[in-house]
């Protein structure tokens, strides 16, 4: 392995004019065969610019990927607590460098510093828990049915696997997939979200910083059609992990399935909360909040609907609105800022667009609906944080993903019509129950279906110990994070080592003919 590493971009931080960032294939900063740029804003103000990225395209994939495959046997051979280290100085670096990034993901992204900060810290917390994994790659062993004769099972990496991220968790999301990916012996071409390359590129700075040798990540930015599908569509990468909208999902895995590779996908989210009639009001009050409107709404876990009993109906309604048109809009660096801008425009047409659909579906429109056109606020993409009341489970407003700061409460007559409606999307990523009832907490656990269940807590808050994924049609049965996240990222291999000296045949020397036959 070669100890070399390349020196962090040369064009950063040299001026205050936004700079012109380039792909990283093969260990050196190199631009797009195109030479063309394209502009990453501030959501909060899209007039200022964030940065320039490589417009890149087929011909800049296949370099990565010859990068990715130039370096993989090298990789692969590198013993894995040997590969781990760099993780672990990764996620050392990641915490020196924590409130920079976190500032930048503000400017980028636009979710509130606190929350950025928790982004990054996702981010630390998964490089020390693969870091540990380098030490683990736990296989298994089992006897064989015969003598002298030793059976076992262990991981090998895939090869050359692509990474396609989104933007609402920039430095999280890439990090569970980045790195199980690289501990488990694999090299990268990574493809971030067009929305937020900067954050995507801080993180490969940290990576190079920590050691990774050349090749073995190669980072690319560009537009699904002209970076994200030529990735899929070559031959050498074998296996591709993707988070982002259903379409997106379907058409990678649609094509993956047909060039049998190997695809897991973290897709859309309707996730709810049920609120029982003995529940705690003000936990509920504080966790729908938080669960419906945190990052803007823009968590795949974002709780998008509120199943409330009737019995507590009214008394949760009024609370709520009453806690939500209280919360401030605004840019994330400022302070006593609650809810920051959707990320763009297009996505604040379209969450503006569901409003309207939920006020023709006959929805009660109890707090917000509309666009911040005025002001500083008018500068960005701003949504008021929207609340519907009275919406019937069948309503589009309850069965889409939104992806904004808007949310349905619905009333119910009882809990097994909560896990009803709440199971009642074509989704199943997480479902929240708050009850005091421990009998009814169980039956919630054992009922709801879904990746992801929360007790007397929201939708979102997943920690990266444990598996996250969901069920339906929010993925194809992967998890990333905890012990499940290198499944996806190792094949496995089944040896057996006969040490009998003679050839032994499974099945049959086991069962020997009897005499008669
Ligand atoms: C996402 O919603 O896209 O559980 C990821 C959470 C975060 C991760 C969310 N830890 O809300």
Redesign the pocket.
Known sequence: MSTTTPSLEPARGRSDAPQVHNNYIGGRWVKARSGETFPSVNPANTSEVVGHFAASGPEDVKAAVDAAARAFPTWRRTPPPARADIILRASHILETRKEEIARAMVREMGKVIKEARGDVQ?AIDMAKYMAGEGRRLFGHTCPSELPDKFAMAVRAPVGVVGLIT?W??PV??PSWKMFPALVAGNTVVFKPASDTPLCALMLVEVMIEAGLPPGVLNFVTGSGGKVGMPIVEDPRVRAISV?GSCSVGRQIAGRCGELMKRISCELGGKNAICVMEDADMDLVLEGAVWGAFGTAGQ????ASRIIVHRDRYKEFLDKFVARTSALKLGYGLEAGVDVGPVINKGQLASVNEYVEIGKKEGARLVCGGKIRDDGELGKGCFHEPTVFADVKPDMRIAQEEIFGPVTAVIPVDSFEQAIEVANGTEFGLSLSMYTRDVNRAFKAMEELESGIVYINAPT????IQLP?GGVKQTGNGHREAGITAVEQFTEWKAIYVDYSGRLQKAQIDTHPAKKAD
């Open positions: 996702e989104p609402n968790f999280a999301i988070t968590r795949c876990t974002a979102i808050g997943a920690e996250f």
